[in-house]
């Protein structure tokens, strides 16, 4: 069973930066892709960006120019650069693992953009 713990959310004005951080309890390598969605009570979740093993990247268009996922294989842990916040990237965000197969959830991770 994996484990993965999300910190780094919180209240932000537009404008400001947040960096969420995904701490994954084994090796990174172990995992096919990265990724980090957000859902908002009553909607969908929605993926915002995803990160393979072999370092490709893809963002959802909302967040293209301002959003960077990445990962530290040494600590095992993935990261969400998140700048230029608007409201609208209000939500709880996700952090999620394929293990090839098995699709892994962390406990989720408030963030408020609000002035």
């Known amino acids: 069973q994996v484990q993965l713990v999300e910190s780094g959310g919180g209240l932000v004005q537009p404008g400001g930066s947040l960096r969420l951080s995904c701490a994954a309890s084994e090796s990174l390598y172990t995992f096919y892709t990265m990724a980090w969605y957000r859902q908002v009570r009553g909607k969908q979740r929605e993926l915002v960006a995803a990160?393979?093993?072999?370092?490709?990247?893809n963002y959802a268009d909302s967040v293209k120019g301002r959003f960077t996922i990445s990962r530290d294989n040494a600590k095992s842990t993935v990261y969400l650069q998140m700048n230029s916040l608007k409201p609208e990237d209000t939500a709880v965000y996700y952090c999620?693992?394929?293990?090839?197969?098995?699709?892994?959830w962390g406990q989720g991770t408030q963030v408020t953009v609000s002035s």
């Open positions: 990160i393979t093993r072999s370092d490709n990247t």
């Open positions: 999620n693992v394929n293990k090839y197969g098995p699709l892994y």
